[in-house]
DNA sequence: TCTCCTATGTCAGTATCCTTACAACCAGTG
DNA sequence: CACTGGTTGTAAGGATACTGACATAGGAGA
């Protein structure tokens, strides 16, 4: 027993289901869900990845992934080719209007991450940031 | 904007996401989920506690913490009479198998957090703890 | 007392995600 | 060449959580 003050993990969950509340309420406007943007989102760091390989970037399995592609393929803000070029890995790419939505996107949820850190001196947020990649890392993330 | 960094929010959904795989992993000798285990978790913090009051807790629907805490009472980890004192709000109590079970699993979970804050200096865990608490303040938790 | 208002428990339907399973494709090794 | 292992895409089914809606019980205020 190390503790009498609730857990770090307790905190962790807390913060992590508000802040995804609060992402939610705010890309609702838009249309979207969190897990699409943070699809979009990674879809923009890594043009052309395979569906595979975001679905593990996301957390999500690929079965979950290929059914929110299809989602986002309809509205027209993903593309993928139907056959692929080597092997059976397709590349996903953003279309425009996908790359738009997530710019819009962006700016909301800039917006509530700024709101979450308000509360900490600008120091503690590269402290918090190292902290958690130090919490990924010992689980071996 | 604010960042050629991983974001926070990421960081953050990154360290809750692989936490409750590792955690998941560490209560399945037991048969416990880890939503189990936070209904039990709360219920010795709270004793007497309404289901209603358990489900902002812990951060789910009534209906689903309901559906949970049948289970539960069908493995007679959890008891409620099927009367209130007063009210509709019927009282909710770990029964003395809830309560070893709980024990079970807080060695397992204390051994998951350990690791997770391995990684880190003793002092920079309750600046952790504090920074995740201020954003919970923050987002209006 | 009567009337809102809120909170609780519950039911039905929906949505989301996961587990399990299988086929296709590539790379490495005998 | 044949075989094994790993990765990808896809489909079917189940488990879990949520939204919407309703009846009930108690408290606050006119």
Redesign the interface.
């Known amino acids: 027993?190390?503790n009498n003050?609730?857990?770090?993990?307790y905190?962790?969950?807390?913060?992590?289901?508000?802040?995804?509340l609060?992402?939610e309420e705010a890309l609702k406007p838009l249309g979207l869900t969190v897990s699409h943007y943070?699809c979009l989102y990674r879809l923009r760091l890594e043009p052309g990845i395979s569906a595979a390989a975001l679905a593990r970037r996301t957390?999500v399995t690929r079965q979950s992934m290929n059914v929110m592609l299809q989602q986002l393929i309809d509205r027209d803000l993903v593309a993928r080719p139907t056959q692929a070029d080597s092997g059976r890995a397709l590349p996903t790419l953003l279309t425009a209007a996908g790359a738009s939505a997530l710019d819009a996107a962006?700016v909301l949820?800039?917006g509530?991450?700024?709101?979450?850190?308000?509360?900490?001196p600008p120091g503690?947020?590269t402290?918090?940031?190292r902290?958690?990649?130090?919490?990924?890392?010992?689980?071996?993330?």
């Open positions: 027993m190390s003050v609730p857990s770090v993990g905190a962790l969950k807390q913060a992590q289901s508000l802040l995804h609060r992402m943070s957390f962006q949820v800039d509530v991450e700024q709101r979450m850190l308000s509360g900490l503690d947020t402290a918090l940031a902290g958690l990649s130090a919490c990924v890392s010992a689980l071996g993330g």
